[in-house]
T-cell receptor
Framework: GQQLNQSPQSMFIQEGEDVSMNCTSS?????WLWYKQDPGEGPVLLIA?????ELTSNGRLTAQFGITRKDSFLNISASIPSDVGIYFC????????????FGTGTRLQVTL | NAGVTQTPKFQVLKTGQSMTLQCAQD?????MSWYRQDPGMGLRLIHY???????DQGEVPNGYNVSRSTTEDFPLRLLSAAPSQTSVYFC??????????????FGEGSRLTVL
């Protein structure tokens, strides 16, 4: 099946630092999305991207749809303790109208 | 608003037993899907449905059945549980008609252990 490589797998950061994570695919995607999962809960959508080159912000979060359509990036500015959780990228490959592929996740832990 | 409701939240089965995970949404979403989440493997699509009466297989469908008799409900059946099906299962829904197939609303998950 489709593979999405997400990195880093985990990271510890100081409160107030900026965070960057990315996701790459071996094939072209039509849609890129970023989700966050808190412990014991289901993922929640953060940002959705629909055009190559698109840059979208949601508060302190900014995500970009890569120009090659094979990657996407998520940045978190000025991290706070509630940013702790697992961040997943997800994408819809070209030719798959109804299937979404998820990355393996980036576990973010913030130290005070 | 209830959103996507999954039951049960926890379940322990013995190998060979069957059971059904229930999923209901009250948002009139056409698209519904089931994922399983395993450590280090992210979320993998089991089955999905684009509307009542229509279902299709995802990435890991073996050992699972689904049906979609109403817009609101999308149950997932384990036919003969195996230890490899120990996982956390998530139901998710969205409006595919708007081109937003990926804007999923997830339930809180059902944690299944097969002994």
């Amino acid at each position: 099946g489709q593979q999405l490589n997400q990195s880093p797998q985990s990271m510890f950061i100081q409160e107030g630092e900026d965070v960057s994570m990315n996701c790459t695919s071996s094939s072209i995607f039509n849609t890129w999305l970023w989700y966050k999962q808190d412990p014991g809960e289901g993922p929640v959508l953060l940002i959705a991207l629909y055009k190559a080159g698109e840059l979208t912000s949601n508060g302190r979060l900014t995500a970009q749809f890569g120009i090659t359509r094979k990657d996407s990036f998520l940045n978190i500015s000025a991290s706070i303790p509630s940013d702790v959780g697992i961040y997943f990228c997800a994408g819809r490959p070209t030719g798959t109208a109804s299937k979404l592929t998820f990355g393996t996740g980036t576990r973010l832990q913030v130290t005070l | 608003n209830a959103g996507v409701t999954q039951t049960p939240k926890f379940q322990v089965l013995k190998t060979g037993q069957s059971m059904t995970l229930q999923c209901a949404q009250d948002m009139n979403h056409e698209y519904m899907s089931w994922y399983r989440q395993d450590p280090g493997m992210g979320l993998r699509l089991i089955h999905y449905s684009v509307g009542a009466g229509i279902t299709d297989q995802g990435e890991v469908p073996n050992g699972y059945n689904v049906s979609r008799s109403t817009t609101e409900d999308f149950p997932l059946r384990l036919l003969s549980a195996a230890p490899s099906q120990t996982s956390v299962y998530f139901c998710a829904s969205s409006f595919p008609g708007r081109g937003r197939i990926g804007e999923l609303f997830f339930g809180e998950g059902s944690r299944l252990t097969v002994l």
